[in-house]
């Protein structure tokens, strides 16, 4: 009979990229990964061919068990073979279905959840985005101590990087997806007391649809300059000059344009105007179907002369 691994016995609970250096390190450390719970493989591609999640093909490389039930809230049969998995405690990162109580207390130690965000401020799907979009100067990971309720638990650890005025939301992520992986293991092996989250202070980052990437020229040059940030890689920041839509990867705010129609090109180099008095100038582009291009190489292929109206 073999000896038990000296690490704690897990289930880890994860689907996108995000998730995957938490997976790897909780391995990498020698914890013993009794179970990776995922999204069931979907059809994705030209072909729409059936493709496991990222944290799928992970645990599959490092030859873990993975299971991918569609739903698990009122499975008594899902709840029964969590309970089998005789675990320390669960990791959750961005798994994408919501645990019942008899999932959240069956673990000694609960189920611990990798939040990027500095709870209270962004509970919810798109933490990362609503940062950059509200103009944060922080954002972070808080290791959580899951309860019933929508990223409420009480808070394990925090670890809060400055985001640079050339973050998006695609340098962030991974950064923060690195940290994600570093603090489960610290709160793994430290236990620290659970700190519940402050009562006031809460905020909400709800789930982005396509709709959130089109650009409103009536904002300020300053919001929209952070929300093709944000909208970067997905759902890409766009606008439209009559039917075809441009999207946008990089911007500037430009000097102050007191007057101009927003929306509305000021010269022949993309500089837009803005809400407020205010301009913006592109300077990373893509129409569809093709390769993105810097400003100067993009409009040598499609002008934007002055006073065209992008919609």
């Avoid at 391995?27 to 729409?48: K, N």
Wanted: aromatic fraction near 4%; include cysteine; charged fraction near 20%.
């Amino acid at each position: 009979m073999g000896s038990r691994p000296s690490g704690l016995r897990l289930a880890f609970m994860g689907s996108p990229d995000f998730a995957v250096p938490a997976l790897r390190a909780l391995v990498e450390a020698g914890h013993e990964v009794a179970a990776v719970y995922c999204q069931p493989p979907r059809p994705a591609g030209r072909g729409q061919r059936e493709t496991p999640c990222p944290v799928h093909r992970a645990a599959l490389e490092l030859g873990l068990p993975v299971r991918t039930p569609t739903r698990v809230r009122r499975d008594a049969d899902e709840h029964a073979a969590f309970r089998s998995l005789d675990l320390d405690a669960a990791v959750v990162a961005a798994y994408g279905l919501i645990l019942p109580s008899e999932m959240l207390h069956a673990p000694r130690r609960g189920c611990l959840n990798i939040h990027a965000s500095l709870l209270p401020r962004w509970r919810g799907a798109a933490p990362i985005h609503a940062a950059l979009l509200a103009g944060d100067r922080e954002t972070g990971i808080t290791i959580m101590q899951m309860d019933e309720g929508l990223d409420t638990g009480s808070m394990l650890l925090r670890e809060a990087p400055p985001i640079g005025p050339g973050d998006t939301t695609a340098t962030l992520h991974d950064r923060l997806a690195e940290i994600g992986g570093r603090l489960i293991l610290r709160t793994l092996a430290e236990a620290p007391a659970p700190v519940p989250q402050p009562a006031e202070g809460a905020t909400y980052a709800p789930k982005l649809s396509k709709a959130d990437a089109t650009l409103d020229w009536g904002q300020p040059a300053e919001a929209i300059e952070r929300r093709v940030r944000a909208m970067n890689p997905w759902p890409g920041a766009q606008f439209r000059i009559g039917e075809e839509v441009v999207r946008v990867l990089a911007a500037a705010v430009d000097a102050p344009a007191p007057g101009a129609t927003p929306g509305t090109t000021l010269d022949d180099h993309a500089r837009v105007a803005c809400g407020g008095g205010t301009s913006l100038r592109l300077l990373r582009l893509q129409r569809a179907g093709r390769g993105a291009l810097d400003a100067a190489e993009f409009l040598r292929g499609r002008p934007l002369p002055a006073a065209t109206v992008l919609g």
